[in-house]
């Protein structure tokens, strides 16, 4: 969900900054797209190039041109290889067909599924909420949005986990606003000033039921019913200390490999697939069976 979802911010993002009309009409035309380099070509090639990127599609599953893929999404990995795969083959004398070919024969022409889980990195986690056992063997990581639907949709399967393994599981909340979101940082505010007075997992809950409108409005609303002190929680979501703990998390996230919410890390390993308990138990399972093989082995050993 989090590579479709960077796709989706990528492309709002530009629509927001011009039309999509405009980038129609550009890749259709551009004698020069980004990433793509023709500088060594002649002018017969470079045409050639441009009409195969112009008429054939990008493999990452966006529905796009090669060529408008480029213009759109510049980041693509999967444009930018089969371009490179195109340029060098016309470049060394190969066919339209036998480039085209060529291209189809790259590790860039299917989609590549990503690993259900990468390799562990370290992410602070110093002062973030937590629930579950302070003990617990695995612990899971979320980077997550207030206005995030598809954050608001993981709530109940991550509390499911949670009530599934009551002391096995932990989690530890990371704040991670999206900018397409327009009330998510004063959200994540509103989170981080409530989690200063110990009420932060009542305000989580209200907020993701309230996701539609997380105005500053209904916010001081929201944490009056859940008990706050009014006057030191309005002086809290507007301090440097609560934006730095934001800015800290998000560059947390940055660091850790996060491209979307949710995004959640098992014992430092991100996670790929979808977040319910159907899939993420098996995973679980895995991990605690694993972690009692290593303890059993490490005995063995002393």
């Known amino acids: 969900m989090a590579f479709w979802l960077r796709r989706l911010v990528v492309a709002a993002g530009f629509c927001i900054l011009s039309s999509c009309l405009l980038f129609a009409q550009d890749w259709k035309t551009a004698e020069n797209l980004p990433g793509v380099d023709v500088s060594k070509l002649s002018a017969a090639q470079k045409a050639t190039v441009l009409k195969v990127l112009r008429e054939g599609e990008c493999s990452c599953g966006c529905n796009m041109k090669l060529a408008e893929c480029r213009v759109v999404d510049p980041s693509c990995s999967y444009s ?168 800290r998390d998000v560059q947390d996230g940055n660091r850790a490999g996060v491209e979307g919410t949710p995004t959640i890390f098992i014992n430092g390993q991100r996670y790929n697939g979808p977040i319910t308990v159907e899939t993420l138990k098996p995973i679980l399972d895995a991990e605690l069976k694993h972690g009692a093989a290593v303890k059993q082995t490490a005995q063995i050993k002393h």
């Open 80 to 247: 930018n290889g089969l371009a490179a795969a195109i340029v060098d083959a016309i470049q060394h004398g190969k066919s339209e067909t036998e480039a085209i070919a060529a291209a189809n024969a790259s590790k860039w022409a299917h989609v590549q599924a990503p690993k259900l889980l990468d390799d562990p990195v370290q992410i602070p986690t110093a002062g973030a909420p937590v629930q579950g056992p302070q003990n617990a063997r695995i612990t899971i990581v979320e980077f997550s949005d207030f206005q995030c639907p598809y954050c608001a949709a993981a709530v109940p399967q991550i509390n499911a986990i949670l009530k599934t393994y009551p002391s096995q599981v932990k989690l530890i909340f990371k704040q991670f606003p999206l900018e397409i979101h327009s009330q998510a940082e004063l959200a994540a505010d509103a989170a981080v000033a409530a989690q200063k007075q110990g009420k932060f997992w009542a305000m989580h809950d209200a907020m993701f039921a309230n996701r539609n409108d997380l105005s500053r409005q209904n916010l001081l609303l929201l944490a009056k019913q859940a008990g706050l002190d009014m006057k030191r929680f309005e002086a809290d979501i507007d301090s440097t200390e609560v934006r730095e703990t934001i800015l």
